[in-house]
């Protein structure tokens, strides 16, 4: 099972909005709607933002917003913060109990 | 709260054992898979497997099937990730998560550092 793809590094200045790719196959991203996106700043655990394509966790801003077209999803941060800047993983679910992870995108707030 | 708390950081030496553990609290442990990922130095993360700790039915990554073993013990509220002789490779950070409903990560405990080093 091959890793999604991201790109590597975006980046944007405050109060604009950036989006992030995330591209799979038919046989994960296409096929369920159980992709979850994950933030994690620089000596710390991974923060759930979205899950199942589109959904917000309780106390996650709806600043980020998750969708999906195919076998892409896609994270958006509106309104850019200086506390966004950090790395960003989509997830899928790829069946037979199989989860494969983004290779992560570095976010700079510039 | 829903909380994951690993065991601390680790340095062992190539071919040694060794054993790592997460605890959970504030939900029923039993109930929920709980998830290990690995982020390998200045990489990114991959998933591991999971275990079900009411009947410890686990699932493995095909790339980590052999190399690693995870175990649980429902009644310490504990998972664990363990390895039989380690390798310089095995270096990185090691990342518990519980699964809310097996399909997303969400809490994640804080991680352990795993070294190893001769």
């Known amino acids: 099972q091959s890793a999604l793809t991201q790109p590597a590094s975006v980046s944007g200045s405050p109060g604009q909005s950036i989006t992030i790719s995330c591209t799979g196959t038919s046989s994960d991203v296409g096929s369920y709607n159980l992709v979850s996106w994950y933030q994690q700043h620089p000596g710390k655990a991974p923060k759930l933002l979205i899950y199942?394509?589109?959904k917000w966790p309780s106390g996650v801003s709806n600043r980020f917003s998750g969708s999906k077209s195919g076998n892409t999803a896609s994270l958006t941060i509106s309104g850019l913060r200086a506390e966004d800047e950090a790395d960003y993983y989509c997830?899928?679910?790829?069946?037979?109990?199989?989860?494969?992870f983004g290779g992560g995108t570095k976010l700079t707030v510039l | 709260d829903v909380q994951l708390v690993q065991s601390g950081a680790e340095v062992k030496k190539p071919g040694e054992s060794l054993k790592i553990s997460c605890e959970g609290s504030g939900y029923t442990f039993a109930s929920y898979w709980i998830g290990w990922v690995r982020q390998m130095p200045g990489k990114g993360l991959e998933w591991m497997g999971f275990i079900y700790p009411g009947d410890s039915d686990t699932r493995y990554s095909p790339s980590f099937q052999g190399q690693v073993t995870i175990s649980a013990d429902k009644s310490r509220n504990t998972a664990y990730l363990q390895w039989s002789s380690l390798k310089a490779s095995d270096t990185a950070i090691y990342y518990c998560?519980?699964?809310?409903?097996?399909?997303?990560?969400?809490?994640w405990g804080q991680g352990t550092q795993v070294t190893v080093s001769s």
């Open positions: 997830c899928s679910y790829a069946g037979s109990s199989i989860f494969v």
């Open positions: 998560a519980r699964l809310p409903t097996g399909n997303w990560f969400d809490p």
């Open positions: 199942e394509d589109s």
